[in-house]
């Protein structure tokens, strides 16, 4: 699904070059959950930051790698964009390639955008302080998932005598639970918005009749009107994909001579569709007009989404600017604005950091629903390890912009290989573990490494206590301990004092 | 500088009734169409030295009480008092109460004159009088990235606050500043750089730095460790707990992590939607939680062992909106010991009662005549049937309606009725008038708001 190779990200600062993210290897399957831990300022944000292609230029820049999702090389064709110059005085320059790098931000947007989702570390920088949070949402909607909602506009159907059976069961359903449930079948089913059927099942004074008539109104006003133009809006979207996608995978090397030709046939025919569009949306009524059932649709879908996120009353928060809301709530609409585009991989920074447990546990629930109804692939990167135990399949452990240990969760907790996750584990503060509260918690000693000049040979050796002679000339590699663990340590290495507890390769 | 203040006091920190309303702003002329209670009428005391912990779901009001406190905005209404006797406070308390009963009415942040406080309440205070004290109360905030100026070196961040509140010279003041770096773990060449060249940790040190810089008695820290990683937290929490020991400090914590309330808090006081629900020492807290949403909160903390995942109390339905909180205790809406008396009125019942009464809708309505609006006016629930008037013989039914219903699981609603009654050509379900629980000290030290402890005689 996604595989990240030897990513190299640096940034070109006045005191030298920090490499970031030097030499970061993962892959993430299919509908599995990998967390992603490391102390602060490791590079966890960079690596998440360089797979959406968002690395501020200047100051940095994705020096080499590769990032592979569903087949095409998310950096192939980026490789000029971004070049290092040795100025006057032997300083380092970024000179940047403008209209490349434009390019290659729309391909990003264009393909990556509709697919892969972000939740960003900081709220209130992400969020545009000047434009009401519910706004922002739907923007994005409309802009990246034109398709998805047109798709279920056009979905609409009229009302069938089956659907109305199931109508006047949630009217007169004697369990009131079940009667919530049955109106949300039923407007799942015939794609009514559930405030407005809530509305005429709840008005009194009305015999079944009359409700059926107005259930039967209300399916006529919302019918879908101007299907032709949704179906036109929802074609340009696909072949536009479609023509992304497989000039990327030219541009990756991947390409066979059948993507070539469809890449050629997409082409043509979203610049003889793309024509008319245009056309039509350059007389503002008509604009108006069509464009009207999408916005709505996504306005609805955005408000879904905030009471998804436990947040009271999403129609005023919709209307609400950014500072307005308190720490959680900010963080809580970058999850819904994540949430709301279905993404097949939603990368997630640090989501819930300001919010309470009870709502962090049902956040985590939101997730993990993601991951079973469309089987989305997630990296969660957070520093709660509580909250990887419970929600990640696998780790990956970070130190100093290299990934020094890999391994399924369970595996990870019950037995920790390299020495800097073992601290780690060590200096959770856990409700279980009973600390003397005049005592101090146990740290890891030492401090981050300064990664314009990071430590020679393993990165750790400063802090390590197990540190001995090799450690501070060579680098370890990430090398597979078997049952699906990696890890970058000399102790497991050939001649290691641990290599012997573990048999190697498997 | 307060009158108060030659003589360090108990209580260093003290709201009284304190309330925050913000205005919603809807229409076109985006005119105010009604208030969020953020803070909703607090009582709460930092001890001089301790560490006082507040929790809550988020979005309850825990920074805003907090910037409250520190007169970084004005409350609407209530009083915060600076160093203050403990007996005092009590009696300031006490007399707040008594008066917000007599005339409910929302009062203006200066309580009555003559009463003694003056010389403690920083709310009643001008803003140039109150200058000097603002130094001694310092925040911290969660998100080092944004609080610390970007374009500032380290050493002029530091450098700032001492030399505006202090008549040091600049050399001096650099001293002072090379002391506190060196106080919180940095090195004197982290001096000339700028904050972004640092990584997380390393500058909410700064920003505690910072908040140290001009020798304050009583720091804010606002989730001070939140975007912090284990190892880092950990040496931060460190930092602050040597900090306060060798200083004599006093911090109010706010946080969502309850571990490191766990080790840091002398007392915890736990917030749901703008009010304090309970109180005690950390110790009792964690071993005998009262409350039922403090019980919900310790349940759904993580545990770091993939192994164990441990059961949680999740909090059924929508949160209740601070616009419109509910009636009686706000907790009712999602308490699972809930109550027939928890405060149940007319809105609880509503929907549901559109169901149970209507002819077309409930086989066992059938005998009712076609209902045609269900209305809610104060504590009661007005019925009204198309134009007939309705017989004492169909009051009977619905009176055995809601009998029924109150039997049934979520029937607590239509348990709390009192009174089903014909009044002007329809028929009325009284509800009880909506008290909310009292603050009840169960144990020293340790009190909470809930009806499922015993409350003072009336
Ligand atoms: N715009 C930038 N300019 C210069 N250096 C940068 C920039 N962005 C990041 N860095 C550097 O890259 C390193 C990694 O930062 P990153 O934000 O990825 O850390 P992180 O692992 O996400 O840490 P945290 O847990 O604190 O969020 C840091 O040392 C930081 O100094
Ligand atoms: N400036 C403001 N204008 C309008 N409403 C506000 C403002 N500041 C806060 N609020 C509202 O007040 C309520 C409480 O906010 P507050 O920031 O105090 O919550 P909190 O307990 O700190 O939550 P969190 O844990 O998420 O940070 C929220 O409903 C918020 O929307
Ligand atoms: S390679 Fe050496 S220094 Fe690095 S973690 Fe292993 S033992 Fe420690
Ligand atoms: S008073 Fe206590 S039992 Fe009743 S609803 Fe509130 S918290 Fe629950
Ligand atoms: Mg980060
Ligand atoms: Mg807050």
Redesign the interface.
């Known amino acids: 699904m996604l595989s990240v190779q030897g990513l190299q990200t640096e940034f070109l600062?006045p005191?030298g070059v920090i490499r970031a993210a030097d030499g970061v290897d993962f892959d993430i399957q299919e509908g599995e959950v990998l967390g992603l831990?490391?102390?602060?300022?490791c590079g966890k944000s960079v690596t998440a930051l360089s797979i959406m292609y968002l690395i501020p230029t200047p100051p940095g820049r994705i020096a080499s790698g590769a990032i592979w999702f569903r087949g095409i090389n998310l950096l192939a064709g980026s490789e000029n964009e971004a070049t290092v110059h040795r100025g006057l005085g032997g300083k380092p320059k970024l000179v940047r390639n403008d209209s490349a790098l434009r390019r290659h931000r729309a391909r990003m947007a264009k393909v990556r955008g509709r697919e892969v989702s972000m939740i960003f570390?900081?709220p209130?920088?992400s969020l545009n302080p000047v434009l009401p949070v519910g706004y922002q949402i739907a923007e994005v909607l409309i802009y990246q998932r034109r398709k998805m909602i047109c798709d279920r506009l056009l979905a609409r159907k009229a009302i069938t005598d089956e659907d109305l059976e199931l109508f006047k069961e949630a009217?007169?359903h004697?369990d009131?639970?079940q009667?919530e449930r049955l109106l949300t079948d039923f407007c799942l089913q015939s794609a009514l918005p559930v405030e407005k059927v809530a509305a005429i099942i709840?008005?009194?004074?009305?015999?079944?009749e009359e409700r059926l008539a107005r259930i039967r109104r209300l399916s006529e006003r919302s019918r879908t009107r101007y299907a032709w133009f949704l179906r036109l809006a929802r074609e340009l979207d696909v072949l536009e994909s479609e023509w992304m996608t497989r000039e990327w995978r030219v541009l990756s090397g991947v390409a066979s001579s059948e993507d070539d030709r469809r890449r050629l046939a997409a082409q043509a025919q979203f610049r003889s569709r793309q024509v008319l569009f245009k056309l039509v949306m350059s007389i503002p009524v008509l604009h108006r007009i069509l464009m009207r059932p999408i916005e709505e649709e996504a306005r609805r879908r955005v408000l879904e989404q905030l009471?998804n996120v436990?947040?009271?009353?999403p129609h005023?928060v919709y209307?609400e600017y950014p500072h307005?809301?308190?720490?959680?709530?900010q963080q809580?609409v970058m999850i819904a604005m994540a949430l709301a585009c279905d993404p097949a991989l939603m990368i997630a920074d640090?989501p819930t950091?300001?919010?309470?447990?009870?709502?962090?546990?049902?956040i985590l629930t939101l997730v993990r629903d993601l991951r079973e109804r469309i089987h989305s692939s997630i990296l969660y990167i957070t520093?709660?390890?509580?909250?990887?135990?419970?929600l990640c399949d696998r780790v990956a452990v970070m130190y100093a912009g290299k990934i020094v240990e890999e391994a399924p969760?369970?595996d990870l907790?019950?037995h920790p290989l390299h020495p800097y996750t073992e601290?780690?584990?060590e200096?959770?503060?856990?409700?279980?573990k009973e600390?003397p509260?005049d005592a101090?918690?146990?740290?890891?000693a030492g401090t981050?490494p300064d990664l314009l000049s990071p430590p020679s040979g393993c990165r750790f050796h400063p802090r390590c206590k197990y540190a001995f002679a090799r450690c501070k000339t060579e680098e370890p590699r990430l090398l597979p301990q078997g049952d699906g663990r990696r890890v970058a340590c000399f102790l497991y290495e050939e001649g290691g004092s641990r290599a012997a507890e573990r048999s190697p390769g498997a | 500088m307060l009158p108060s203040d030659r003589q360090a006091h108990e209580i260093l920190v003290g709201a009284v009734g304190l309330k925050k309303h913000f205005p919603v702003k809807g229409g076109v002329l985006r005119r105010t169409i009604a208030q969020v209670r953020a803070v909703d009428g607090v009582d709460l005391f930092v001890r001089r030295g301790e560490t006082l912990a507040l929790v809550g779901e988020s979005g309850c009001g825990k920074t805003t009480l907090g910037r409250l406190l520190l007169r970084l905005i004005p409350p609407t209404s209530g009083e915060v008092l600076f160093n203050v006797p403990a007996n005092l406070y009590a009696s300031a308390r006490d007399r707040w109460h008594r008066i917000a009963q007599d005339d409910g009415a929302m009062r203006s942040p200066k309580g009555p004159q003559g009463d003694g406080l003056d010389p403690y309440a920083i709310t009643r205070l001008r803003t140039r009088a109150f200058k000097p004290l603002r130094r001694r109360m310092q925040p911290v905030f969660q998100d080092p990235f944004t609080s610390l100026d970007p374009r500032m070196l380290v050493k002029d961040i530091l450098a700032e606050p001492i030399l505006i509140n202090n008549q040091m010279t600049r050399p001096e003041a650099m001293e002072r500043v090379a002391q506190l770096l060196q106080e919180v773990g940095l090195r004197p060449d982290h001096l000339y750089r700028f904050p972004h060249e640092f990584s997380g940790g390393q500058r909410q040190r700064i920003a505690i730095a910072r908040a140290l810089a001009p020798e304050p008695e009583f720091l804010l820290l606002d989730e001070p460790t939140s975007a912090l990683d284990v190892s880092v937290q950990a040496q931060i929490l460190n930092l602050l707990k040597d900090i306060q020991r060798r200083q004599g400090l006093t911090y109010l914590l706010i946080t969502h992590n309850l571990s490191v309330v766990r080790h840091m808090a002398d007392r915890v006081a736990v917030m749901y939607l703008g009010r304090i629900v309970e109180e005690a020492p950390t110790r009792e807290l964690f071993g005998s939680p009262l409350h039922p949403y403090t019980k919900a909160l310790l349940s759904a903390v993580p545990v770091p062992d993939p192994k164990r995942r441990r059961e949680k109390i999740l909090l059924p339905g929508d949160v209740p909106s601070p616009v419109d909180p509910p009636t009686g205790c706000r907790f009712h809406t999602r308490c699972n010991a809930v109550m027939p008396h928890c405060g149940w009125s007319p809105r609880d019942a509503a929907s549901a009662a559109a169901y149970l009464f209507d002819s077309s809708r409930n086989p066992h309505a059938s005998t009712l005549p076609a209902l045609s609006e269900v209305s809610m006016e104060g504590n009661r629930l007005r019925l009204l049937f198309g134009g007939s008037r309705p017989t004492e013989a169909q009051r009977q039914v619905v009176a055995d309606l809601v009998r029924g219903r109150a039997a049934e699981a979520g029937g607590m609603a239509f348990q709390a009725i009192r009174e089903v009654a014909l009044a002007e050509g329809s028929i009325v379900l009284e509800f009880p008038p909506p008290l909310e629980p009292a603050w009840v000290e169960v144990a020293p030290g340790h009190s909470v708001a809930c009806y499922l402890y015993p409350q003072p005689q009336a």
């Open positions: 600062t005191r831990v490391g102390e602060s300022g570390q900081e209130m920088s009217v007169t004697p009131a639970a009667r709840d008005r009194s004074g009305l015999q079944m009471k436990r947040i009271s009353e005023k209307n307005e809301l308190s720490g959680g709530m809580r640090e950091t300001s919010l309470d447990v009870t709502t962090q546990a049902q520093h709660d390890l509580a909250v990887i135990a419970e969760v369970g907790f019950a601290g780690l584990l200096s959770i503060v856990s409700l279980d600390v509260s101090p918690l146990p740290t890891i981050v």
